[in-house]
T-cell receptor, first 110, second 114 residues
Framework: DQQVKQNSPSLSVQEGRISILNCDYTNSMFDYFLWYKKYPAEGPTFLISISSIKDKNEDGRFTVFLNKSAKHLSLHIVPSQPGDSAVYFC?????????FGDGTTLTVKP | DTGVSQNPRHKITKRGQNVTFRCDPI?????LYWYRQTLGQGPEFLTYFQNEAQLEKSRLLSDRFSAERPKGSFSTLEIQRTEQGDSAMYLCASSFRAVPDTQYFGPGTRLTVL
């Protein structure tokens, strides 16, 4: 049973527009959620996080929204840039253990 | 300090052989994690250490896998009697036990079992 799901394997957007990446989870014990970005031949790098007691966290062009009742979170990137093209992983924390989704490949077209 | 390093970056081995990977975390980080990632999937938790203590091990990890972190610094992951299903990217990450636990990943070791 996959506890963290990213149902869209890929997303393509035009430069300057908004990118919205989605993530669903099933375990209500998760207390933090994080987004990581991964370029080819590199390990994932941390992007932004949100506590389960909050519903929004913003850092520059990146905003994460959490809807606990729906067990859903999303990452908004605005405006999107070609350098944002990468694989984005959603991860959820429970007592120090991270569970990752399978990732969404974002392509930002110039 | 340039971040988390892993060696080797690539390893090709024959089925049945033993392999060992090394991870050097960021120096002040006291937590170290091992993950396995296959194509099209996210990192799958294997085990983690706080200092030299191995605190959790995935139930999915067979007894052919063993990890050590003898002095609370670098760590090794050994796979004995490798099988073709062990072919994957093995990722190491470290963190400083912050809240949230933001992990810094190495570039990974790609294992191919022939």
């Amino acid at each position: 049973d996959q506890q963290v799901k990213q149902n869209s394997p890929s997303l393509s957007v035009q430069e300057g527009r908004i990118s919205i990446l989605n993530c669903d989870y099933t375990n209500s014990m998760f207390d933090y959620f994080l987004w990581y970005k991964k370029y080819p031949a590199e390990g994932p790098t941390f992007l932004i996080s949100i506590s389960s007691i909050k519903d929004k966290n913003e850092d520059g062009r990146f905003t994460v929204f959490l809807n606990k009742s729906a067990k859903h979170l999303s990452l908004h990137i605005v405006p999107s840039q070609p350098g944002d093209s990468a694989v984005y992983f959603c991860a959820a924390l429970d007592a120090g253990k991270s569970t990752f989704g399978d990732g969404t490949t974002l392509t930002v077209k110039p | 300090d340039t971040g988390v390093s892993q060696n080797p970056r690539h390893k090709i081995t024959k089925r049945g052989q033993n392999v060992t990977f090394r991870c050097d975390p960021i120096s002040e980080h006291n937590r170290l994690y091992w993950y396995r990632q296959t194509l099209g999937q996210g990192p799958e938790f294997l085990t983690y250490f706080q200092n030299e203590a191995q605190l959790e091990k995935s139930r999915l990890l067979s007894d052919r896998f063993s990890a050590e972190r003898p002095k609370g610094s670098f760590s090794t992951l050994e796979i004995q009697r490798t099988e073709q299903g062990d072919s994957a990217m093995y990722l190491c990450a470290s963190s400083f036990r912050a809240v949230p636990d933001t992990q810094y990943f190495g570039p990974g070791t790609r294992l191919t079992v022939l």
